[in-house]
């Protein structure tokens, strides 16, 4: 099965800040890749599809990158309602699996 | 709006059943591959199943193979989690996730609230 890890984690940053978040793969994943952002007691909400595609209504700050085993998360300006858990999912044989979350708190 | 209620979630012993549902309305809901995903109390997201928008395939974490269930009644526009021999280690918040796309991975677009499954003696 393939496993994920994200890093850094957690990770300390100020409003306005350019943050970047990676998830790497044990093995090829394409671009099947998604990000969600998750804040405390509530719901996943998704970023990220597709590796790079927006979502839509996600502000256009947020971009993703990355093909194969290797991807990023950029907030190119973080905000107030940004400060949140972050998860990258993959899809591979059926199977769909999680980071670990990267947590972006208030330095 | 497009939403999803969980319900059936509670206070279990372990080695006992439960069963989840999953209310989906204001999509065509037999379009859509639904996902079941777990979060244990302070710990990260984790998949626990997928059935196709037929019902035809369904797919599990190596952890609840052989314990857990999922099934779908597209004339009820309701998915379900049937969860056997329980054990302390399921507990967890069970959300019910729509695939953004049926037959290829973009992604979970829209998720319910969450239920709550403590499994205690």
């Known amino acids: 099965d393939i496993q994920m890890t994200q890093s850094p984690s957690p990770l300390s940053a100020s409003v306005g800040d350019r943050v970047t978040i990676t998830c790497r793969a044990s093995?090829?994943?394409?671009?099947?890749l998604a990000w969600y952002q998750q804040k405390p007691g509530k719901a996943p909400k998704l970023l990220i599809y597709k590796a790079s595609s927006l979502e839509s209504g996600v502000p256009s700050r947020f971009s993703g990158s990355g093909s194969g085993t290797e991807f990023t998360l950029t907030i190119s300006s973080l905000q107030p309602d940004d400060f949140a858990t972050y998860y990258c999912q993959q899809y591979n044989s059926y199977l769909f699996t999680f980071g670990p979350g990267t947590k972006v708190d208030i330095k | 709006q497009v939403q999803l209620v969980e319900s059936g979630g509670g206070v279990v012993q372990p080695g006992r059943s439960l069963r989840l549902s999953c209310a989906a309305s204001?999509?065509?809901?037999?379009?859509?591959?639904m996902h079941w995903v777990r979060q244990a109390p302070g710990k990260g997201l984790e998949w626990v199943a997928v059935i196709w928008y037929d019902g035809t395939n369904k797919y599990y974490t190596d952890s609840v193979k052989g314990r857990f269930t999922i099934s779908r009644d597209n004339s009820k526009n309701t998915l379900y989690l049937q969860m056997n021999s329980l054990r302390a280690e399921d507990t967890a918040v069970y959300y019910c996730?729509?695939?953004?796309?049926?037959?290829?991975?973009?992604?979970?677009?829209?998720w319910g609230q969450g239920t709550t499954v403590t499994v205690s003696s």
């Open positions: 996730a729509r695939e953004k796309v049926a037959g290829t991975f973009y992604g979970m677009d829209v």
């Open positions: 204001r999509f065509t809901f037999s379009n859509y591959g």
């Open positions: 093995q090829s994943i394409s671009s099947w």
